[in-house]
């Protein structure tokens, strides 16, 4: 069995307004930042699992990403994917 | 109402449980039955109130982890033979990640946690849950909630208009929801997801009755 390390990145679809990253913009311009454009939050989860090969943790991330970890309704997610 | 019973579901973090209960046995004199989420059985229920509160302490997302409760997967059944099944604010949520009604509710556009009473507008007789064969088009709710910002896309939301499944519209929009939604209702008419909370709305001593009429609705066939 080979063990990965699995970072997930689930972020609100651009469409969806994120009132708590305005609300943090906002916090960051009267902490005096320049320059912000945009910011919005998202959820990072680590997960590390086991498997045969990385096709087959891939299908599996695969599978709890669109299912359990991101809303696709209102989240897009992205994964990266490190062998240990 | 002979042996008619309503389970009111109860999730770790459900805290309308009792509420609705009271309602129902308390003002319409209707059997209620406590289910526990890991329970699966819902022989012994003629229909199903999701209640409010914070099921699994709204982790991930609000009504993400109660989705895969034995009891939610039991429900796909129960919905499809045409049984009623009510969704109230966490309740709600739970019904559209589960996928029994479309879209999502996300965080309130001005991120308060909203505590009122609102004035809703009936909008579809789909389902026979709410009075609107009167002139009385419009009732006030109270609602309590910080994720209540209903959410879709813009296909979703015409098939919501064109199919007359937008129950219940906000008529000052508390919370940033898209066309006002308060509620929605799937398709045959037999699953309502709502952000407000008709329980708290049964006895004039606390407030109102405009939840009376949807909470006895339930016992429709």
Redesign the interface.
């Known amino acids: 069995m080979d063990q990965f390390a699995v970072k997930v990145f689930v972020r609100?679809r651009p469409?969806?307004?994120d009132?708590?990253g305005e609300?943090t913009k906002s916090a960051a311009i009267k902490l005096g930042a320049e320059g912000i454009k945009s910011l919005r939050i998202g959820k990072m989860i680590e997960v590390k699992m086991e498997g045969n090969g990385e096709n087959e943790v891939r299908e599996k991330i695969d599978l709890l990403c669109d299912r359990?970890?991101a809303?696709t309704?209102?989240e897009d997610y992205e994964y990266s994917l490190e062998k240990l | 109402m002979d042996n008619f019973t309503v389970g009111v579901v109860v999730f770790p973090g459900s805290n309308c449980d009792r509420d609705v209960s009271w309602a129902l046995e308390g003002c319409l004199d209707i059997r209620t039955k406590y289910l526990w989420h890991e329970s699966s059985d819902l022989s012994d229920v003629d229909a199903i109130v999701l209640p409010g509160g914070f099921s699994y302490g709204d982790y991930l997302r609000c009504g993400a982890i109660a989705r895969f409760s034995p009891l939610i997967k039991a429900l796909d059944e129960f919905v499809k033979s045409g049984k009623r099944v009510l969704g109230i604010c966490n309740g709600f949520q739970i019904l559209t990640e589960s996928g029994f009604l479309p879209g999502a509710l996300v965080a309130n556009k001005n991120l308060n946690f909203i505590c009122d009473d609102v004035e809703l507008d009936i909008v579809s007789s789909k389902g026979g849950w709410f009075n609107n064969g009167d002139e009385k088009q419009t009732i006030k709710l109270p609602i309590a909630h910080g994720e209540g910002r209903y959410h879709c896309d813009s296909d979703t939301l015409k098939r919501l208009v064109d199919n007359e499944l937008i129950a219940l519209k906000y008529k000052n929009n508390p919370n940033g929801s898209s066309f006002d939604i308060a509620g929605i209702t799937n398709e045959k008419g037999n699953v309502l997801g709502l952000m407000p909370h008709p329980e708290r709305a049964c006895d004039e001593t606390i407030g109102g009755t405009d939840g009376l009429f949807t909470l006895k609705s339930l016992i429709l066939k």
Do not use: E, G
């Open positions: 609100l469409s969806v307004l009132p708590a609300a359990l970890f809303n309704v209102i």
